[in-house]
């Protein structure tokens, strides 16, 4: 078990360096003069301002521009390893700090959605399996396949479009208290649902042909026995798989709904550094998106091991 | 509540699988209609999908105009039909261009096995670890906006899942019997992956490939919707929706539409994916029906 979690942890360790690696390959091909940029914006605060050759020399050496690419990668990498993430080209302040600011808003909202999602889902989910092919099963399935196609970001303007704007109910964008929370939740976690519904659905009625049910049933267990007892805890070990694979959705997700609602958290970040061309803010949000989803999939793996003994963790 | 627990028979079956072919049916009809907007939209509106009519700005839906127009005048309705084409054509490059890179790289890491299935496999576990509209987020921010990067970008990182599928294809057929047969006639590698193997990849290919065709539809969407796919005044989808988003309290139609479409079309990829699943894999079928 030990062995496994050490495993599990150098991979997820591997990942978030490999991913800072590419990342910054990639961003180095963004073009433009990087030490004007760095001059104008975190010094000067100016961006008319036109930098003597001196102070790009001055520049390069600092940040150390002239070196090859795999030299600027290790001096970030060192630096990030003692918390320094570098400077925002926008708004001259830490990357780190501002990120730290940010990262509350994001999760608060990915928890939120998560959550609600759960609540709809499994309950559903089982009782689509249990009732299977009634009307129930039919509408729960129906709308699964319609929420699967539906664009997340088309959901969050027909909410705002209802909610906000017709009838005035809740805020139309912003953060603050619970009802800035819930059309922001609400258009997050709807794909998700979805698939949840879908995948305990057919979990739960796999579960169910298994021979120990049958044997179950010729005990004379109750039906809500056998559900609770024999069948869930069998049937959860995929569904919390997926949620575990669901959270790049959703972290994909925020990124759109927190441009939507203007919800201030690290997606929205990510997507105005890319449209300011922010380096080191886009490298700082991508390794942390990076850090959170590798984290939470480690998770998921070694839960496993508490819900299903039956794995074997030297095959894997 | 005991006969609840009942194991179902065929015939309790048979209306799930009539709505389901039923469902394929109408995913076809769909996509015969959107391939006919995309290839005569020029006859099928009057209105020009570009052109700026500011004496017509954000005019609610009417007989002249069904879906309104939007902040510049133009006809929603004939750029919802001309975005038919970019939404289309993009997302079958996408597919396409992650097909080959996919099976390619999928065969060559179940053909050969060795270090080379280990470092591909590592690069395929890499890409899986992180959401992949992060991952064309980086690419689109360090090759620029513009349709085309983000077209090149989800085409570099769809090719995973195909490339997961045919390497377990390629390493279960590769062991058959007929396949050493063929090795003991002497026949070259290429001709035995491209003739024996390759064929035998098709059917599960397929079906992966349709419903990534709606998967992909709702990337571009999403990207252009960010912004930083297709730029105006090019007509796309999501762009429409981001293009429409500050309008939203005076023309809701500019942005409603677009989006509707988007959801028919992957709606429609779905439905004739998932019967494609149920008529190529006989043994998920069978399963179902056990």
């Known amino acids: 078990m030990l062995e496994y979690i050490a495993k599990r942890t150098a991979i997820a360790v591997f990942v978030v360096f490999a991913t800072s690696a590419l990342t910054f390959l990639l961003l180095s091909l963004i073009p433009g003069d990087t030490a004007v940029m760095i001059i104008q914006r975190v010094f000067v605060g100016d961006v008319t301002y036109n930098p003597s050759k001196m102070e790009i020399e001055a520049a390069e050496q600092i940040f150390q521009l002239g070196n090859p690419m795999w030299m600027q990668y290790i001096h970030w990498l060192s630096n990030a390893l003692h918390g320094d993430f570098g400077t925002s080209y926008i708004s001259g302040r830490g990357v780190l700090g501002e990120i730290l600011v940010r990262l509350p808003a994001t999760v608060e909202l990915a928890i939120a959605a998560t959550i609600l999602s759960l609540l709809v889902a499994i309950p559903l989910g089982v009782i689509s399996a249990v009732r299977q092919n009634s009307k129930v099963d039919y509408s729960s399935m129906a709308l699964a396949t319609f929420f699967i196609s539906m ?15 017709h009838f005035d109910l809740l805020p139309v964008a912003g953060y603050g208290g619970i009802d800035h929370l819930i059309l922001p939740t609400i258009t997050l976690c709807a794909g998700m649902m979805a698939v949840t519904v879908r995948l305990t659905r057919s979990s739960v ?15 004379g267990l109750g039906d809500g026995r056998i559900l609770y007892r024999h069948v869930l805890k069998n049937a959860m070990i995929p569904v919390i798989t997926i949620v575990g694979l669901q959270l790049g959705y959703l972290l994909g997700g925020t990124v759109i709904v927190e441009t939507i609602f203007a919800w201030p958290g690290i997606g929205k970040l990510l997507i105005d550094s890319i449209n300011a061309r922010d380096i080191p803010m886009i490298q700082g949000c991508v390794v942390f998106i990076a850090i959170i989803f590798s984290l939470v999939n480690m998770l998921v793996d070694i839960s496993y091991y508490f819900l299903d003994p039956r794995i074997k963790y030297e095959e894997v | 509540m005991a006969h609840r627990f009942k194991q179902s028979n065929l ?10 072919y039923k469902s394929t049916a109408i995913g076809l009809m769909l996509i015969v209609v959107l391939a006919f907007l995309a290839i ?20 609610s839906p009417s007989w002249e105009h069904p879906f309104g127009t939007d902040n510049l005048g133009r006809d929603v309705l004939t750029r919802v039909i001309y975005a038919t084409r970019i939404d289309i054509l993009a997302s079958i490059f996408i597919v396409g261009i992650s097909m080959i890179i996919g099976i390619s790289i999928g065969i060559l890491a179940g053909y050969y096995g060795g270090v080379i299935d280990k470092v591909l496999v590592g690069m395929m576990d890499t890409f899986l670890a992180l959401p992949e509209i992060i991952l064309a987020l980086v690419l689109v921010g360090a090759l620029g906006p513009g ?12 090719w995973v899942k195909y490339a997961r599928v045919s390497r377990g294809l390629a390493l279960s057929i590769k062991e058959k019997e007929f396949i050493e047969a063929i090795k003991a006639v002497g026949v070259s590698d290429f001709y035995l992956v491209t003739h024996h193997i390759m064929p035998n990849t098709i059917a599960p290919i397929s079906t992966l490939a349709v419903l990534s065709l709606g998967h992909a539809i709702l990337s571009l969407a999403a990207l252009g919707f960010l912004g930083l796919g297709a730029q105006p005044p090019m007509p796309e989808w999501g762009a429409m929706l981001n293009e429409g988003r500050i309008f ?6 500019i942005s409603i539409f677009p989006g509707l479409m988007i959801m028919i079309t992957v709606l429609a990829f779905n439905f004739i994916g998932d019967g494609l699943r149920d008529v190529l894999d006989p043994r998920l079928k069978l399963r179902e029906r056990q």
Request: net charge neutral; charged share 15%.
């Open chain 1, 151 to 165: 664009p997340n970001f088309w959901l969050g303007l027909v909410l705002i479009l209802i909610f906000s704007l």
């Open chain 1, 205 to 219: 009625l796999e579960v169910l042909r298994l021979d120990y049910i049958t044997t179950a049933k010729a005990k």
């Open chain 2, 11 to 20: 015939s309790e079956k048979l209306p799930l699988h009539l709505l389901k």
């Open chain 2, 40 to 59: 005569f939209a020029p006859y099928l509106t009057p209105y020009d999908p570009i052109e700026v009519d500011l004496y017509n700005n954000i005019q």
């Open chain 2, 147 to 158: 349709l085309f990067n983000v077209t090149l970008a989800l085409s570099m990182l769809g």
């Open chain 2, 248 to 253: 939203l309290r005076v023309g809701w139609w």
